[in-house]
């Protein structure tokens, strides 16, 4: 038998607060597709960290084709042979695709001999790629196509990918596979971090399974259910959600053809986008980030107040250019998806930050609207105790939460202001098991109470199980609706390219 | 190799010790240019930490000097807590001042005293003016106001010499560009006899606890600081960015054109080309030290003034020149900045 | 005729000051950072130029303790924002205010003193076409070294790998430093570039352009020079162009002011500043405009976590 392509040999790695691997040990045959399974935390990210150099294990050792391999930093990676596929693409926006993959590689290359070596990969493997088009007006399916180019022209033999799924179409992932499957058939050995059960289960042939910085367990998971895999991961099957039948109220939200450009540099406009949402009834807003999400959650929420008069209504009431705050009082909250910075300020204390939403209850009336910090301390204790969050009290800052505690705090913040109509942007984005099902199961709670919620997700998963109805976003254009029990995930994977209507098909091909 | 390492949490002990830290190292730096000058440090360091408090007069002259420190301070801790980079506060003082002046100048020996009061409205208001302009520019063509407000600086600046050397020369002054000496009645009242301190001292300490209450009190102080702590935070909780830009800038153009009111109608008594002395830019040094909270500010407006009175005594008494307070106002802001490191991150020796 | 050749030539030397201290602002801008201390290096610069003259007669060497004076504080100031991951605007502002001070207190022995004879930088027979010869081609060296410092930086910037990986880390710290690039040691190269030539600029001012040394003799021209980077929205051209712009406007007034224009020389001495306001509202007018040209992480600092 071949020497193993890798071999990490019980690595330690401890940051001031956490564990990240414990004694951790992984084995990689060379041309074998080996899945990296845990959730959030589980210390996959400090392992392939270490793998490709960008940090150094405190005890342990890794083997590379046989031999004791010290890898200082990723170029050395690089070097060996080991490439990386970044989650968050290590991508320059301003710059071309040809500059951007330049970057990544030896400097011996001339600019010329990087394009046409891109031509040669694209060729080859089907990627299509345009070598002079600046990044930033290239889609994230073709972003995630210039990281692959750019480790596959290293000729790696160690290919990392990093939740290389989560920002893409069904279909899409069905191509990335191909090419997974055509690479390893190189003998180059592919490292697939994820926690996707169905996918690691037709892609991989290896899976070491992570937990707490812990492995629990190296099977094979083609002879694995989801159920098996899940326990291994997460300790237990994940819980299920009640789902009582819908009882619809009023109209609660509606947007009435609404096309607007995006005030940011590398935005995408709204495009005649109309939708309504009836109280009792969670909307699911389907689609591939940098679609116009981040624009039409601007639009719901009035952190953008640029829309037209008429475009948005509330119960009936115009609140096209209201900003948050009015919205707020008339029934409106909003959980944005970036928690700290944005959703909560990272270096005040959760008492402070009820005031970034609550003020309404909070707050004396002008002339002078008083702070009483006793009333803010006593809300910030009432989320805490309500929606379990693990937090030193009222008075720890926010940025000293773990990402999901810090979710279930806005969440709840928002929901126990008993909203009319709820916008939640990635409810469960980055966060573990437990919590989110605890978040989703709040949400479903909100829904049954009469609350209209518009949900914005990427993950498809999260959306069937929450939502009565499902629109998905393309390009800036909203799709028609579609009932979530008439929806199939090829179908809406189509929809997610922008495929709902013959004119836009005719466009793609 | 040394590294740092963040904390989980900011360290409380490092945001008293940091300031303190640094005052001992521009210390040991300034100890260091005195010996290289060849002077005695002991003698030297005694003119800026011993003579500006060892008498009551000495007292209320550090007084005198840290008031429109203070005040100037008080309001640039607005600015930059809510990530207004407000930085032409000496400008401000001067627009103040001229205005300030203006209405000095109108009095005459049968006025009522309470042309003072006007006086003072008018300083504030030329403080906002020239603020505005920075916060208009900001709005309308959102031009950074670091530039404009420090432009505004050097336009204050010539403006107030072209006003002392044409219009408002005084005519019996031997042609030397000021204006003529105020009237008696629009001295700013003194608090004790024999000294050079004015109400203006109260009228800072009154601002220390205003600030306090309006920092952390307030829900308008509260939405101001969210913009500087996490400007999309703030457009997600609905507090408008403007309105934070503008009350920022009129506060700290408020405060420095009082400050401009008090100091030419108060120890300077008429309108001079020497009126911008870079308390304005000093200001910004006490602000930080101060750790933009107004209680540290009084103790860093101090520590300043006895920077300037110890650059004098120095010039005079050891023949040093009087631009080393300069050097070690920068001194300490570097060291500061350097030492308030170890409130977020720890020093830990690696391998 | 004459009159307005030497109007060319006086915008041509002061628009140099300003074009050589904002083309190295822009080198460590392209890198992410902003120096607000460029007043203050420039100022101190002037100083340890001017004295190194005073002492060795030689202007070269002026030059070289210029530059060495400004990176020196650069690199303080780099490594204060770059490893301590202090606040680039409050450090900047530090070194402008400590500049100010010690340029100041170092520069009160130099106030009075004297500079050897200055030279005639004619260049033979061009210096005779008549017009041109005395608008263009009677300048110090330096005068066309910021030409040339302008076309180096232009083929460094995008012509050249290096180049490239310099505007890919002011573009996203955080994805070179995942490639592997050592993000803060060219950030600090950039910073001390940019330092060096302020240094230059500041010695220029008090060697060349003035000659001598008044306290606070730059006058705000290192601010200008910062502005300057936004006007040209970070095109390298753009930065030279508008330089000598801002030169013309201090030229013309000075000529307005020696012909004895009926408006106060005070009035008249505030149009640079002026000029700068009014410049810096039109261009940033579109905030769109500004924030595409921009460096995407400029001024925001950036710490490799663990």
């Known amino acids: ?509 | 190799m040394l590294k740092l390492e963040a904390r989980p949490n900011p360290s409380k002990l490092w945001g008293f010790a940091s300031p303190l830290l640094a005052l001992v190292i521009t210390v040991l730096i300034g100890t260091v240019i005195f010996m290289a000058m060849g002077k005695a440090p002991l003698t030297a360091l005694s003119m800026f930490f011993w003579e500006p408090i060892k008498s009551s007069y000495a007292l209320s002259e550090l007084a005198v000097k840290a008031t429109p420190l203070l005040i100037i301070a008080l309001g640039l801790s607005v600015c930059f807590r809510s990530n207004v980079w407000n930085i032409g506060a000496e400008g401000q003082f001067v627009f103040g001042a001229i205005c300030a002046a203006g209405v000095a100048l109108m009095a005459d020996a049968t006025t009522s005293r309470w042309i003072v009061l006007a006086v003072l409205i008018a300083g504030v208001l030329g403080g906002m003016a020239w603020a505005g302009i920075a916060a208009l520019l900001r709005d309308r063509f959102n031009a950074n106001e670091i530039l404009t407000s420090l432009m505004l600086v050097y336009i204050a600046v010539f403006l107030l010499t072209y006003l002392v050397s044409g219009p408002w020369k005084d005519p019996n002054g031997f042609n030397f560009p000021q204006s003529k000496t105020f009237e008696k009645v629009t001295q700013i009242p003194r608090l004790l006899d024999g000294t050079r301190m004015s109400i203006g001292l109260l009228i800072a300490l009154a601002g220390v606890g205003a600030l306090w209450v309006y920092l952390f009190r307030t829900f308008s102080g509260f939405q101001l600081q969210v913009g500087g702590l996490a400007p999309l935070a703030a457009r997600y909780g609905g507090f408008s960015s403007r309105k934070a830009l503008w009350t920022a800038l009129m506060i700290s153009g408020g405060a420095a054109g009082l400050a401009g009111a008090l100091e030419v109608a108060g120890p300077v008594g008429q309108l001079t080309p020497y009126i911008p002395v870079g308390y304005g830019f000093a200001a910004i040094i006490v602000a930080f030290v101060g750790r933009l909270h107004p209680v540290g500010i009084v103790f860093a407006a101090i520590l300043m003034s006895m920077f300037y009175i110890g650059g004098e005594l120095a010039q005079s008494r050891l023949r040093l020149s009087k631009s080393l307070t300069g050097v070690l106002q920068g001194l300490l802001l570097f060291t500061l900045l350097a030492c308030d490191t170890l409130i977020a991150y720890r020093v830990r020796w690696q391998r | 005729m004459n009159e307005i050749a030497l109007l060319v030539a006086a915008t041509f030397n002061a628009g140099t000051v300003l074009a050589i201290a904002a083309l190295g602002l822009l080198i460590n801008e392209k890198a992410g950072i902003v120096n607000l201390g460029a007043e203050g290096m420039m100022l101190c610069a002037a100083v340890a130029g001017f004295a190194a003259v005073v002492y060795t007669g030689n202007d070269w060497v002026g030059f070289l303790a210029g530059m060495g004076a400004g990176a020196l504080m650069a690199a303080a100031f780099g490594v204060m924002v770059i490893w301590l991951n202090t606040n680039q605007y409050a450090t900047g502002l530090a070194l402008s205010l400590f500049g100010a001070g010690l340029s100041a207190f170092v520069g009160v022995g130099y106030v009075q003193a004297k500079l050897p004879p200055r030279g005639d930088y004619s260049i033979p027979f061009l210096s005779d076409i008549p017009f041109l010869g005395t608008a263009l081609f009677k300048q110090h060296p330096l005068a066309y070294f910021a030409l040339i410092l302008m076309a180096a930086i232009v083929y460094f910037l995008f012509k050249s790998r290096a180049g490239l990986v310099l505007r890919s880390v002011g573009e996203s710290p955080e994805s070179a430093h995942a490639l592997g690039y050592p993000v803060r040691r060219i950030r600090l190269l950039a910073v001390i570039f940019g330092g060096a030539m302020c240094g230059l600029a500041g010695a220029y001012l008090s060697v060349i352009y003035t000659p001598l040394w008044v306290q606070g003799m730059v006058a705000g021209k290192g601010w200008i020079a910062l502005a300057l980077t936004t006007f040209a929205t970070w095109r390298p051209a753009r930065v030279l162009l508008g330089a000598y712009l801002f030169g013309g406007v201090t030229m013309v007034q000075l000529a307005l002011q020696s012909r004895g224009v009926a408006v106060s020389e005070q009035l008249l001495s505030m149009t640079p500043y002026i000029a700068t306001i009014v410049v810096l509202a039109l261009i940033s007018r579109n905030p769109a405009w500004i924030r595409v040209n921009m460096p995407q992480s400029l001024g925001k600092p950036f710490y490799p976590g663990g």
């Open chain 1, 1 to 509: 038998m071949l020497a193993p392509r890798l071999e990490i040999k019980h690595v330690t790695k401890r940051y001031p607060s956490v564990v990240a691997n414990d004694d951790v040990s992984l084995l990689v045959a060379p041309g074998e597709i080996h899945a990296v399974l845990g959730e959030n935390g589980a210390g996959k990210s400090t392992l392939m960290k270490i793998i490709y150099g960008a940090t150094q294990p405190d005890a342990g050792e890794v083997w590379f084709d046989g031999q004791r391999a010290h890898i200082k930093n990723p170029q050395e990676a690089r070097a060996r042979g080991i490439s990386m596929v970044f989650q968050h693409f290590s991508l320059f926006e301003t710059l071309t695709v040809a500059e951007n993959i330049w970057l990544g590689l030896d400097k011996s290359f001339s600019l010329t001999t990087v394009r046409e070596r891109i031509a040669q990969k694209a060729v080859e493997y089907g990627l299509e790629l345009e070598a002079d088009r600046p990044v930033h007006s290239l889609s994230i399916g073709e972003r995630q196509r210039v990281e692959i180019v750019r480790a596959l022209l290293t000729d790696p033999k160690v290919l990392i990918l990093d939740e290389p799924t989560s920002v893409l179409t069904p279909q899409a992932v069905e191509r990335l596979f191909a090419v997974l499957r055509k690479l390893a058939a190189t003998g180059c050995s592919i490292l697939y971090i994820s926690h996707k059960l169905d996918e690691i289960r037709s892609l991989c042939t290896a899976c070491t399974v992570l937990r707490g910085g812990k492995v629990t367990g190296i099977v094979d998971p083609r002879a694995e259910s989801n159920a098996s895999l899940s326990r291994l991961m997460i300790g237990a099957e994940p819980p299920t959600l009640v789902h009582r039948d819908v009882v619809l109220g009023d109209v609660a939200l509606t947007v009435r053809g609404l096309t607007l450009a995006s005030d940011q540099p590398f935005g995408t406009a709204l495009s005649d986008v109309s939708m309504q949402i009836r109280a009792g009834e969670i909307v699911g807003i389907a689609g591939v980030s940098g679609n116009g999400q981040q624009e039409l959650l601007a639009v719901l929420s009035g952190e953008s107040t640029r829309a037209p008069l008429g475009s948005v209504t509330l119960f009936g009431a115009d609140v096209s250019q209201q900003n948050p705050r009015a919205r707020r009082a008339q029934g409106l909250h909003f959980v944005p998806e970036e928690r700290l910075g944005r959703g909560a300020v990272p270096s005040l204390s959760l008492a402070q930050n009820t005031l970034l939403t609550r003020a309404a209850t909070l707050v004396g009336k002008p002339p002078v609207a008083w702070i009483a910090p006793p009333r803010t301390a006593a809300m910030a204790s009432d989320i805490i105790a309500r929606f379990s969050v693990k937090a030193g009290g009222a008075q720890a800052s926010a940025k000293s939460l773990s990402g999901g505690n810090l979710q279930k705090y806005i969440v709840g913040r928002e929901i126990s202001a008993m909203p009319k109509v709820l916008v939640v942007a990635q409810p469960t984005w980055g966060v573990d098991v437990g919590a989110a099902a605890q978040i989703r199961a709040e949400l479903l709670k909100l829904r049954d109470a009469g609350c209209a919620l518009v949900v914005v997700s990427e993950e498809l998963d999260e959306l069937f199980e929450l939502c009565d109805r499902l629109h998905v976003i393309a390009k800036g254009k909203l799709s028609p609706t579609i009932a979530t029990r008439d929806a199939s995930i090829e179908k809406i994977g189509e929809w997610m390219s922008g495929l709902w209507t013959p004119e836009v098909a005719d466009a793609q091909a």
